[in-house]
């Protein structure tokens, strides 16, 4: 069984920045890639940034040069470190696991808020 757990979510004000992290446990063969979702009231859940074990980073427009992903393999840990945070970036965010034989895994999400 896999756990992913977040942390680091909160209440900020426009034009701030928060760091949120993600840690997989439990019994881990192989990650093939972690991330970050995002669902605001009322939206579908949305991809915002994917980062593979080779590295390979894949991100939603709306937060190009924004947000950036890290990856720390070793400890099945990843990062988000958002920037110029906007009111249109709250929403509860979830991180996602990816794993070549166990399937996926879905961490029970952090609420980020921002203020105008």
């Known amino acids: 069984q896999v756990q992913v757990v977040e942390s680091g979510g909160g209440l900020v004000q426009a034009g701030g920045s928060l760091r949120l992290s993600c840690a997989a446990s439990?019994?881990?063969?192989?990650?093939?890639?972690m991330g970050w979702y995002r669902q605001a009231p009322g939206k579908q859940r949305e991809l915002v940034v994917s980062?593979?074990?080779?590295?390979?980073?894949t991100y939603a427009d709306s937060v190009k040069g924004r947000f950036t992903i890290s990856r720390d393999n070793a400890k099945n840990m990843v990062y988000l470190q958002m920037n110029s945070l906007k009111p249109e970036d709250t929403a509860v965010y979830y991180c996602?696991?990816?794993?070549?034989?166990?399937?996926?895994?879905w961490g029970q999400g952090t609420q980020v808020t921002v203020s105008s």
């Open positions: 980062v593979t074990s080779g590295g390979t980073t």
């Open positions: 439990g019994i881990i063969f192989s990650i093939h890639a």
């Open positions: 996602k696991v990816w794993t070549l034989l166990q399937g996926d895994y």
